[in-house]
C-alpha cells in the first residue's frame, strides 16, 4: 500500500473543487453530522472509500434510488463500521498490488451510538489490528437517529427521551465516557479530537490521520439542533462555544505524545454553553444549581489532567 | 472438461477440516477472517499454516468476534475480493445479524459451518440447530455427508455463488466432532485443475474510486419488497446453477452430486430422509430393511437452500411413507424444519405420508437399529393412517 503525505492546507481554497457529499440529502437544517461527512471527504485529493456506521449520516444521505455520495460508499450494519473497514483496507492492499483494484484512503464513519456503545468491540479489534484507517466518530450525544436517546456520550445532567428530566431524576446521571482516552490506549499512531467551528483543525487532521501508517482515529464534536433544541443557525456557535468553555478540549496524541490545540486562556464558563440548549434547561432551575457546579468541577478537572498528559511528554 | 482421472487425483488423509482448509487453499481465497470456535478452529487453524509456510496468498485477519469475522469478509467482498470464513454453533448466532446483510448486499462470500448445538446448556457437540435456525437469510445452503463431500463442496460453492446470475453468499456443513475430527480418505483435485475451475473472482460491482457506487443504502416501502424479491429470484438461479456446477463438477471429478441423494428409492414403499453423516448410517438401516424384505430407500439432502422441490416431488411420488430425521427441535413448532420444508413441496401434489423424528440433539449417537425403527413405525403409521407427533428418539423420558 502506497504511503500517504498529506501536508497542512493553509486556505479552504486548496480544497478539491467538487463536492463529494452533494447537496438533496435528507440531514436536518443545521446539522453537524452532515459539516463533518462534506469536509472530511473533501479533506484530501485522492477520493476516500467511505465506510458508514448506521446513523443519521448513513439514514439521511442513501435515501434509494437516490445517493448523496460521489465517492464510493458502504454501510452494512450498526455496530461493524472499524470491522468493514478492516476487510476493505486488507482487501484493496492485496487487490491493489494483484492489478485487480485501485488502492484509495478509507474512513469510516461512526455516530457516538455506533461508536461509544455498539461499536467499540469491533473499534478496538480494528485498531489492535492495525489496519490503516481512519475512524471518524461524529458526536451528536445522542442516538439521534432512533429520537435521541441516550448513549455512553451522552454529557452528564442532559435531558434525553430515555433519560428525560422529571420530578425526581434531572436528565442523565453519569459522564461522558472518555472515548479518545481508550482509542488512544491501543497506542495508535494519531488520535485526535476537533470541533467543526474549527473546519481548518479539522481537515488538517484528517489529512495527517490519512498520512499515517496504521490506524487513526478522529473524535469530532457535532452539535444536533434536534436532539439538543436549539436554533438551527446556531450550529457552528454550539461548536465554538464548547471548546471556549473547555467542556470539549481539541487535542491531539500523535505517536503517544498529547498535544493540546487550542489552549483558550480565558475560558467562558460553562453555564454560556449550557444556556444554549434546552436539554440543559432544567439545570437552571434553582434545585439543580449544584448539577452546574458540579459541569463545570468536572469541566476544571478535565483540563487539569489533559495539561498534566500535555506536560508528562510520550504517554503512549 | 475433461475428467481428472482418479490416478491423477492424489488421494489424501484427512479430517473433515482439514479437507475444507485444503478446498479453500486451493480456490485462491484472496481473504480470511479467523475466529476459533470448537470444532470449526481447525479449519482456520490450517490456513493460518498454509499462510505461515507461504502456501497461500491470502489476507488473513484474526478479529475480535465472529460478527466481525462476517463484517470483514463483507468489506473484503465489497472491495472485490474472494472472502472465506467458517464457523459453528454460537459464532454462528452471533453473526446472524451479519448474514442477512451478506445475502442483502449479494456478496458472494463463503463459509463452512460444523453443525454444533446451542447453548443453553452449552455442548460442543453435533446436532443442525445452528445451521438449520439460518435457512431463511438469503444463503445457498448446502449439507456435506464426509470429508470428501466437504473437499468437493468448498471448492463449488465459489463457482455457485460468484455466478452474474446468482451473486449470493454460500454456506455448507458438516458435523461436528463426526466428520470434523475423523479422518478419511479424501480424493483432491490437482491445484491447476481447481485454479483453472475457479479462476480469480470478477465482481460485477464494487468499491472502486473511478466509478463511485453507493452499497446498503436506506431503502423504505417503496423499494425494499423489490430488493428482497430479486433475492428470491437469484436464489431460483441458484437452484439451474447449483445443478450446473455438480454436473461440470462431475465431469472434472468423477464425483455424482445432486440436490437429492437417493438409494434404493426407486422400488421403495418407505424413505428415510435424512441430512449430513447420518445419510450414510441411514444407507445402512436400509440395507438391513431389505434383508428383512421391507421396501426402504433413503433420500439424503444436499441442498438445502434453495430447497430442490422437483426432485422432491419426483422421488416421495412412488412412496407410501417418510421417515423424516431432524437434527434439530423445533420448539414449539408443528414439526422440525426439514417437516416443515418437505410438506411444504409436496402438498397439494402428493399423498405421501410423512413423520417426524428428532434425533441425535447435543452429539447424541445415532444407529442403524434406530433408523429401522423409525421406518417401520413410518410406514405402520402411514398404513393406519395416523396423524405426525414429533417423536425424540432415544431420549431419557
Partial sequence: MTKRDYKPLAKLADLPEENRLVSGHRMCAGCGPAIIGRLATLAVPDKPIVINATGCLEVGTTFYPYTSWAVPWAHVTFENAAAVASGVVEALDKLSKEGRAKDAPVIAFGGDGGTFDIGLQALSGALERGHRFLYICYDNEAYANTGVQRSGATPFGAATTTSPAGKVIPGKQEWKKDLVGIVAAHHIPYAATSSIAYYRDFINKVRKALSQDGPSFIHVFAPCTFGWRFDTSQTIQLAKLIVDTRIFPVFEIENGTLKINFKVPNPKPVEEYLKTQRRFAHLFKPENKHLIELIQKNTNENWERLLRMEAAGKIF | ?397
Fill in chain 2, 1 to 397: 472438461m475433461a475428467t481428472v482421472q482418479e490416478a491423477r487425483q492424489k488421494m489424501m488423509e484427512l479430517t473433515g477440516d482439514q479437507a475444507i482448509a485444503y478446498g479453500a487453499k486451493q480456490a485462491g481465497i484472496d481473504f480470511i477472517a479467523a475466529y476459533p470456535i470448537t470444532p470449526q478452529t481447525i479449519i482456520v487453524e490450517k490456513l493460518s499454516e498454509y499462510l505461515a509456510d507461504g502456501v497461500i496468498d491470502a489476507k488473513y485477519i484474526n478479529v475480535e468476534s465472529e460478527h466481525s469475522a462476517m463484517s470483514v469478509v463483507i468489506g473484503a467482498s465489497l472491495a472485490g475480493a474472494r472472502g472465506f470464513t467458517a464457523t459453528s454453533s454460537q459464532g454462528l448466532m452471533l453473526m446472524f445479524e451479519e448474514l442477512a446483510v451478506a445475502s442483502g448486499m449479494r456478496q458472494p462470500v463463503v463459509m463452512a459451518v460444523a453443525m454444533r448445538a446451542l447453548s443453553a446448556p452449552i455442548n460442543i457437540h453435533c446436532d443442525h440447530s445452528d445451521f438449520l435456525s439460518t435457512r431463511d437469510q438469503g444463503w445457498v445452503m448446502m449439507m456435506a455427508e464426509n470429508a470428501q463431500e466437504a473437499y468437493d463442496q468448498t471448492i463449488m460453492a465459489f463457482k455457485i455463488g460468484e455466478d452474474p446470475s446468482v451473486q449470493l453468499p454460500v454456506m455448507y456443513s458438516i458435523d461436528a466432532f463426526i466428520i470434523t475430527h475423523n479422518m478419511e480418505n479424501v480424493y483432491t483435485l490437482p491445484d491447476e485443475t481447481v485454479s483453472g475451475y475457479l479462476g480469480v473472482r470478477k465482481p460485477i460491482h464494487r468499491l472502486d474510486p473511478d466509478n463511485p457506487m453507493t452499497f446498503g443504502p436506506l431503502a423504505l416501502y417503496d423499494s425494499y419488497f423489490e430488493f428482497r424479491r430479486q433475492q428470491h429470484d437469484a436464489m431460483m438461479n441458484a437452484y439451474r446453477v447449483t445443478k450446473d456446477v455438480f454436473v461440470d463438477y462431475e465431469r472434472m471429478s468423477g464425483r455424482k452430486y445432486s440436490p437429492l441423494k437417493n438409494y434404493m428409492t426407486d422400488d421403495a414403499d418407505v424413505l428415510v430422509f435424512a441430512a449430513a453423516s447420518t445419510v450414510g448410517t441411514a444407507r445402512q438401516a436400509v440395507r438391513k430393511l431389505r434383508e428383512e424384505g421391507v421396501k426402504a430407500g433413503v433420500s439424503g439432502l444436499t441442498m438445502l437452500r434453495p430447497f430442490p422441490v422437483p426432485e422432491v416431488i419426483e422421488t416421495f411420488s412412488k412412496v407410501k411413507a417418510v421417515a423424516v430425521l431432524e437434527r434439530m427441535a423445533s420448539l414449539g413448532s408443528p414439526a422440525g424444519p426439514h417437516y416443515m420444508d418437505l410438506a411444504s413441496a409436496v402438498y397439494p401434489q402428493l399423498d405421501v405420508r410423512m413423520y417426524d423424528f428428532v434425533y441425535g440433539l447435543g452429539g447424541r449417537d445415532i444407529d442403524s437399529q434406530m433408523i429401522a425403527r423409525c421406518a417401520k413405525t413410518a410406514l405402520s403409521d402411514a398404513e393406519h393412517k395416523r396423524p405426525n407427533e414429533v417423536r425424540f428418539l432415544g431420549v431419557r423420558e
